[in-house]
Protein backbone atom coordinates (compact mmCIF):
# COMPACT_ATOMS: atom_id res chain seq x y z
CA UNK A 1 0.00 0.00 0.00
CA UNK A 2 0.78 3.61 -0.47
CA UNK A 3 2.11 5.88 2.13
CA UNK A 4 -0.09 8.90 2.04
CA UNK A 5 1.22 12.58 0.96
CA UNK A 6 0.86 14.67 4.36
CA UNK A 7 2.70 17.27 4.89
CA UNK A 8 4.45 19.05 8.28
CA UNK A 9 1.11 19.55 9.83
CA UNK A 10 -0.43 15.77 8.96
CA UNK A 11 -2.76 17.35 6.10
CA UNK A 12 -3.25 14.70 3.63
CA UNK A 13 -2.39 16.31 -0.04
CA UNK A 14 -4.66 14.42 -2.46
CA UNK A 15 -5.48 17.49 -4.91
CA UNK A 16 -3.64 18.40 -7.65
CA UNK A 17 -3.18 22.12 -8.71
CA UNK A 18 -2.05 23.03 -11.88
CA UNK A 19 -1.79 25.77 -14.84
CA UNK A 20 -0.25 26.48 -17.92
CA UNK A 21 2.50 29.16 -18.38
CA UNK A 22 4.55 30.58 -21.12
CA UNK A 23 8.29 29.18 -21.74
CA UNK A 24 8.97 32.97 -20.08
CA UNK A 25 7.33 32.83 -17.41
CA UNK A 26 8.14 29.08 -16.47
CA UNK A 27 12.17 30.23 -16.86
CA UNK A 28 11.12 33.06 -13.96
CA UNK A 29 8.93 30.40 -12.09
CA UNK A 30 12.22 28.14 -12.07
CA UNK A 31 14.59 31.02 -11.16
CA UNK A 32 12.99 31.94 -8.26
CA UNK A 33 12.15 28.23 -7.08
CA UNK A 34 16.54 27.86 -7.29
CA UNK A 35 16.84 31.10 -5.30
CA UNK A 36 14.36 30.47 -2.91
CA UNK A 37 15.90 26.93 -2.24
CA UNK A 38 12.13 25.61 -1.95
CA UNK A 39 10.76 23.10 -3.18
CA UNK A 40 8.44 23.77 -6.36
CA UNK A 41 5.23 22.51 -4.98
CA UNK A 42 6.01 24.55 -1.77
CA UNK A 43 7.28 27.95 -3.22
CA UNK A 44 4.29 27.82 -5.60
CA UNK A 45 1.74 27.35 -2.70
CA UNK A 46 3.30 29.35 -0.94
CA UNK A 47 2.96 32.18 -3.17
CA UNK A 48 -0.61 31.20 -4.06
CA UNK A 49 -1.60 31.66 -0.46
CA UNK A 50 0.65 35.03 0.01
CA UNK A 51 2.80 33.27 2.99
CA UNK A 52 6.05 34.58 3.38
CA UNK A 53 8.98 33.24 1.19
CA UNK A 54 11.93 32.26 3.87
CA UNK A 55 15.43 31.29 2.27
CA UNK A 56 17.63 29.88 4.45
CA UNK A 57 21.19 29.92 2.83
CA UNK A 58 22.61 25.99 2.11
CA UNK A 59 24.75 25.37 -0.54
CA UNK A 60 22.30 24.59 -3.35
CA UNK A 61 20.89 28.45 -2.58
CA UNK A 62 24.34 29.99 -3.03
CA UNK A 63 25.56 27.96 -5.97
CA UNK A 64 22.31 28.72 -7.55
CA UNK A 65 22.86 33.05 -6.54
CA UNK A 66 25.95 32.44 -7.93
CA UNK A 67 24.95 30.86 -11.69
CA UNK A 68 22.54 33.43 -12.10
CA UNK A 69 25.25 36.31 -10.84
CA UNK A 70 27.12 35.24 -13.50
CA UNK A 71 24.25 34.81 -16.50
CA UNK A 72 23.72 38.93 -14.66
CA UNK A 73 26.86 39.92 -15.30
CA UNK A 74 26.86 38.26 -19.12
CA UNK A 75 23.46 40.32 -19.73
CA UNK A 76 24.36 44.11 -18.31
CA UNK A 77 28.33 42.76 -20.92
CA UNK A 78 25.30 42.65 -23.25
CA UNK A 79 23.91 46.04 -22.66
CA UNK A 80 26.79 47.74 -22.31
CA UNK A 81 27.45 46.72 -25.75
CA UNK A 82 24.59 48.80 -26.58
CA UNK A 83 21.65 46.93 -26.47
CA UNK A 84 18.29 47.49 -24.12
CA UNK A 85 17.59 46.26 -20.52
CA UNK A 86 14.46 43.68 -20.78
CA UNK A 87 12.23 43.16 -17.99
CA UNK A 88 13.35 39.87 -16.59
CA UNK A 89 16.90 40.50 -16.25
CA UNK A 90 15.08 43.68 -13.80
CA UNK A 91 13.47 41.32 -11.58
CA UNK A 92 15.81 38.77 -11.50
CA UNK A 93 18.34 41.62 -9.85
CA UNK A 94 15.68 42.79 -8.14
CA UNK A 95 14.98 38.91 -6.47
CA UNK A 96 18.58 38.39 -5.97
CA UNK A 97 18.51 41.81 -4.28
CA UNK A 98 15.74 41.10 -1.87
CA UNK A 99 17.18 37.37 -1.30
CA UNK A 100 20.80 38.92 -0.50
CA UNK A 101 19.23 41.94 2.12
CA UNK A 102 17.11 39.01 3.96
CA UNK A 103 20.27 37.08 4.03
CA UNK A 104 22.48 39.95 5.13
CA UNK A 105 19.46 40.84 7.85
CA UNK A 106 20.02 37.17 9.16
Known amino acids: MKKKNVDKHNR ?9 VSPEENEQINTA ?13 RR ?12 RVYKALKDHMESILDQLKRIEAGQSVDEDLLEN ?11 KGA
Open 93 to 103: INLITVILGGM
Open 33 to 45: VALSGLPKQEYCY
Open 12 to 20: FRSLTVAFR
Open 48 to 59: CLNRDIVVHGNP
